[in-house]
């Protein structure tokens, strides 16, 4: 049996019919860039993440270092970032000249583990930067208090985790702004590059649409030195439709999460994803650890299962921050040397887990 990784054709047959509606109606528009469908997409998006305002913007790591932009964060600044998460998230903080500090994760989530943050935290601190790694969010009620004891900024890379609630709040809204991404493979996927900012500040939400659109707001007035950095009108009549079914789809991803553990939980050489209690994952990712990793990979392959590494380089080992950061991180370093992502979408069959749980298994227990 096949199984691949993810399998976004068979996603979009499910859907096929409305896709070509929106691209249908994008095109009888004559209209391409930040018009009624970006509008549209914008208020049905904030709504979903409870926020007040969305700005949808080229993609993730623009939606991250506009956010920052926003907040004046700059040369001199730094930023707190997990060590353990995919590079944009400090690549934002470094394209605004200031520095990523990492923070190491809890080994249970993997995501930044609050009571560490604390120490991390300088005279030049202005921002925290939360990754929701894998769909499950961070653990914010902490970090939301160590941030106003010290006056510091919440933006969430909220990339991973579109529906993930914590605590009942939406993903996106627990601090003072987010940034988001529509990479085709997230949870929310578009089919190219996306992402979107979300806020509650009306203040921030303007600089951001400002800066997206080369510092303007009224055509060929420029406030400020500003980007090109659009989510366009077709993206987001895409994204209006899979937003319709992005519910159903997370559910199915806890179908499956849920499978895996259920036929996973006995062994004892595998770790498995844990969540913090109030988190409620929408499952990006279903990852586990083994200190076989490769061997299981490599078996894995053979049997016709697809899986990835999520991440196989931390961000401070790099090259391109090896004169930045010559030290140690030692639980994103072993992380990176354990994990393991199994096949995980909402269109895997009942029979498709079943085949890679037990392969998994029979790897583990021959091992």
């Known amino acids: ?29 004559g209209w ?28 993730g790591l623009d939606a991250l270092q506009l956010l920052l932009r926003a907040y004046e964060v700059g040369p001199n600044d730094e930023v707190i970032v997990p060590s353990n998460t995919f590079i944009a998230t400090w690549l934002a903080v470094s394209q605004t000249g200031a520095k990523p500090v990492p923070v190491e994760p809890d080994t249970t989530t993997h995501n930044i583990d609050p009571s560490l943050i604390e120490s991390a935290i300088t005279s030049r601190t202005r921002a925290i930067m939360p990754v ?16 106003e004891k010290y006056g510091l900024i919440i933006i969430e890379d909220a990339a991973q985790a579109q529906g993930a609630m914590y605590k009942g709040q939406p993903a996106g809204s627990l601090g003072h702004a987010a940034g988001t991404s529509f990479y085709p493979g997230k949870n929310l996927g578009a089919y190219g590059d996306g992402g979107a900012v979300l806020t509650n500040d009306a203040i921030v939400a303007e600089k951001v649409r400002k800066l997206r ?5 009224i055509k060929y007035q420029h406030d400020i030195a500003g980007f090109n950095c659009r989510l366009d009108e077709m993206q987001a009549a895409f994204l209006r439709v899979k937003l319709a079914v992005l519910g159903q789809w997370n559910n199915r991803r806890k179908v499956v999460a849920n499978r895996y553990t259920e036929i996973l939980v006995d062994q004892t050489k595998i770790v ?7 988190c409620d994952s ?52 072993q992380l990176a040397s354990e994990v393991l992502s199994l096949p995980m979408s909402p269109m895997l069959s009942d029979k498709e887990v079943d085949y890679v749980a037990s392969s998994v298994r029979e790897f583990i227990e021959h091992s």
């Open 272 to 278: 498995l994803p844990r969540l913090k209690d109030g």
């Open 282 to 333: 929408v499952w990006h990712l279903y990852v586990i650890r083994t200190k076989q990793r490769d061997a299981l990979k490599e078996h894995l392959a053979k049997l016709g299962i697809d899986t990835v590494i999520h991440y196989p380089i931390p961000p401070h080992l790099q090259a391109c921050y090896q004169e930045q950061y010559t030290g140690s991180l030692p639980i994103a370093e």
């Open 213 to 217: 659109n080369y510092g303007s707001k």
């Open 32 to 59: 391409f860039v930040t018009g009624s469908e970006l509008e549209a997409f914008e208020q049905e998006f904030a709504t979903f993440s409870n926020v007040k305002f969305c700005i949808g913007v080229g993609n």
């Open 1 to 29: 049996m096949q199984v691949p990784f993810l399998d976004l054709n068979k996603q979009n047959q499910q859907i096929r019919k409305e896709l070509d509606a929106a691209y249908k109606r994008v095109m009888d528009s």
């Open 132 to 147: 929701h790694l894998y769909g499950q969010p961070a653990d914010m009620d902490p970090i939301n208090k160590i941030a």
